[in-house]
Structures are given as C-alpha cells and as structure tokens.
C-alpha cells in the first residue's frame, strides 16, 4: 500500500509565497516521475509541473518562471515552491505519483491541499 500526502497549502494574498510538500509513504520500491496538478472549481484538473526521477523538469506554461518543483529522494518528497502568486492560482493542488512496488508500477493521487489567493 502507497500514500501520498500533500501539506503546505493554504490561504495567502496575491503576491505571496507558499510551498507545498508531497510525501510518499508505504511499502515500495522507488518513486519515478511525480507530478503537481491543480483542479479549480467547474474546471477541469490540470498539470502544473512535473519532475522525473534524474530531475528533469517540465512546467505548465502559466506557471513557468514563478514556480519551481524540486524533489529530495532519500526523503520520498517532492517540492512545489510558488512565487508570485496570483488568484487564478487558487485550485486544490495534487500529486501524482508513478511508484514501484511488489515488481508493478501504478500511478497515485494523494488528497489535495487547498490554495487560496486572495486579490
């Protein structure tokens, strides 16, 4: 059995900073590519950033430049650091998560942390 648990969301006026924080726990072998994703109300959710196991990086072109995705291995996190944040960034963000574990691979969702950016 894999979780992922979000942390670090929360309530911040435009501008701001936050950093979410999203841990795999469990019985697994290793954890490849992690993903952020967001979902706003009446929207559909959407990929934010992501981050393969040599580190390589991709963005979602709305976020490019503001936000960083890193990750700590020996830890099993993950890292979203946003910057400059505006209200349209307000969403429940999500990780995703390809894990190995009992020779399989599967993708898991963790269960969202709540981003609010006031104006």
């Known amino acids: 059995q894999v979780q992922l648990v979000e942390s670090g969301g929360g309530l911040v006026q435009a501008g701001g900073s936050l950093r979410l924080s999203c841990t795999a726990s469990?019985?697994?072998?290793?954890?490849?590519?992690v993903g952020w994703f967001r979902q706003a109300p009446g929207k559909q959710r959407e990929l934010v950033a992501r981050?393969?196991?040599?580190?390589?990086?991709n963005y979602a072109v709305s976020v490019k430049g503001r936000f960083t995705i890193s990750r700590d291995n020996a830890k099993n996190t993950v890292y979203l650091q946003m910057d400059s944040l505006k209200p349209e960034d307000t969403a429940v963000y999500y990780c995703?998560?390809?894990?190995?574990?009992?020779?399989?691979?599967?993708?898991?969702w963790g269960q969202g942390t709540q981003v609010a950016v006031s104006s």
């Open positions: 995703n998560a390809d894990v190995s574990s009992t020779g399989s691979l599967a993708s898991y």
């Open positions: 469990g019985s697994f072998s290793s954890v490849y590519t």
């Open positions: 981050i393969s196991v040599s580190g390589r990086t």
